[in-house]
C-alpha cells in the first residue's frame, strides 16, 4: 500500500480517536460537523492516490462517517433526555443572563437579564437554539422531556400571573416569539393572543368589562394563527372581514360594533371550514403549533436568504420565547410603543420612546 496514504489514514485516525476523547469528555454537540472534516480530508486523500487499497480505504471511511454520525447522533439524543431546554424568567428572578445569547437567543438573553435587574418584565420562558437543532436533526420532531419542560414553565409563568392558561375566570394568553442569537428583525414567525378560545373569550369579558377589546384580540388571533401558523390564505380573512363590513356599513375595522366583531368571529370560523382546517380550542395545542410555526420559519426563504445577505453564519437555529401578554388596545390608558433606556439617534442618557395610545 502507499505509505503516504498510511500515514494520513493514520494521522485521521488519531485525530478521530482524541476528538471521540474530548468529546465524551466535554459533551460535545457539534461534532457530527467536525467529524465530517477529518472524513472529507481522508477521503479526498484516498481519492487522489486512487489504487485498490485507496478505493478500499475510501470505502471503509464512507461506512465509518455514517456510523459515526449515527452514534453521535445517538449520544446527543441521549444526551438530551437529561439537557435542560427551557429557562424561565419572571418576578425578579431568572435561569438565563446577557451572556447567554448562543442558547437562549438575543431577545431571550437580554429578557433575562432585564428581569434580572428588576425591570418589570411580563413573565415567560424561553425554548433554546438547541431544540431548533435537534428538531431538524430528528427529522421535525423535538427531543424526549421538553413536553414535560414546557408544561412546568407554563406553571411557573400562571404562579407569577396569578392566571391560568387555556381555561379559568383569569385566562393566560401569551405572545410566541423567535429570537436568534443574532437578531433578524422580521424575518420569522410571532403569534400573539394565544390561549384565546371560545371558553376563555367570555371569562376575558367578564374580567375586563370590554367585551369589543376581547373580541377584537380574538378575531385577531384566529387570523394570525390560521395565517402563520397553518398556512392559510391571509386574503381569504380579508375577504371575510370585508363583507362583515360591508353589511355592518363600517368603513374601517374600527368601525365595527360588537355585534360586527362577533360576525368577525363566525365568519373566520367559516374559513376555516371552508380550508378543512381546526382552529384548536386545547390551549397547550395552540401552543404546540405556534412553536412547530416558530422553529419552521428559521429555515424559511426569508430568513435563509436575510442571513445570506448578510453574512450571519454559524447559528444553530433560533430560540422561541413565550411570555404573558400585554395589551395596548384595552382603551385609552393603554398604549403601544418602543422604548429605550438612551436616546438611540445620540446616545443621550435619556429615557426615549415612542407610543400610540389605544393602539
Excluded at 71 to 96: C, D, P, W
Excluded at 150 to 162: C, S, Y
Aim: proline content about 3%.
Amino acid at each position: 500500500p502507499d505509505i503516504l496514504t498510511l500515514q494520513k489514514h493514520r494521522t485521521f485516525l488519531l485525530c478521530l480517536d482524541t476528538y471521540f476523547e474530548k468529546s465524551l469528555t466535554a459533551g460535545v454537540h457539534v461534532s457530527t460537523l467536525i467529524l465530517s472534516r477529518f472524513v472529507d480530508i481522508a477521503v479526498v486523500s484516498c481519492r487522489e492516490a486512487g489504487n485498490k487499497y485507496n478505493q478500499r480505504c475510501f470505502e471503509f471511511l464512507d461506512k465509518a462517517a455514517i456510523t459515526i454520525n449515527h452514534y453521535f447522533l445517538g449520544m446527543e439524543i441521549s444526551m438530551a433526555k437529561q439537557a435542560k431546554f427551557v429557562y424561565f424568567f419572571g418576578g425578579g428572578k431568572s435561569e438565563g443572563k446577557s451572556s447567554m445569547k448562543e442558547l437562549l437567543g438575543g431577545k431571550g438573553a437580554n429578557l433575562a437579564e432585564m428581569c434580572s435587574l428588576g425591570l418589570p418584565v411580563p413573565p415567560g420562558f424561553t425554548i433554546t437554539t438547541e431544540v431548533c437543532d435537534l428538531y431538524y436533526k430528528l427529522g421535525k420532531k423535538y427531543p424526549a422531556g421538553l413536553d414535560k419542560q414546557i408544561g412546568d414553565n407554563i406553571k411557573k409563568v400562571e404562579r407569577a400571573t396569578g392566571k391560568t392558561f387555556g381555561k379559568g375566570k383569569n385566562p393566560l394568553l401569551v405572545s410566541v416569539r423567535s429570537g436568534a442569537a443574532v437578531s433578524m428583525p422580521g424575518m420569522m414567525d410571532t403569534v400573539l393572543n394565544l390561549g384565546l378560545n371560545d371558553e376563555t373569550l367570555e371569562a376575558m369579558i367578564k374580567l375586563t368589562g370590554n367585551e369589543r377589546f376581547v373580541l377584537d384580540a380574538y378575531r385577531r388571533f384566529m387570523q394570525m394563527f390560521g395565517d402563520v401558523v397553518l398556512g392559510m390564505e391571509h386574503h381569504d380573512f380579508e375577504k371575510a372581514l370585508d363583507g362583515v363590513k360591508k353589511k355592518f356599513r363600517a368603513a374601517n375595522d374600527t368601525d365595527l360594533d360588537i355585534a360586527g366583531l362577533r360576525a368577525v368571529v363566525a365568519a373566520y370560523k367559516g374559513v376555516y371550514k371552508k380550508a378543512r382546517k381546526t382552529f384548536p380550542q386545547d390551549a397547550r395545542k395552540q401552543l404546540q403549533a405556534a412553536c412547530d410555526a416558530v422553529f419552521g420559519s428559521w429555515n424559511n426563504p426569508r430568513a435563509n436568504r436575510y442571513r445570506e445577505i448578510n453574512d450571519i453564519r454559524g447559528l444553530i437555529g433560533t430560540a422561541v420565547n413565550v411570555q404573558a401578554m400585554v395589551f395596548g388596545n384595552m382603551g385609552e390608558t393603554s398604549g403601544t410603543g418602543v422604548a429605550f433606556t438612551r436616546n438611540p439617534s445620540t446616545g443621550e442618557n435619556k429615557f426615549y420612546g415612542e407610543y400610540l395610545m389605544n393602539a
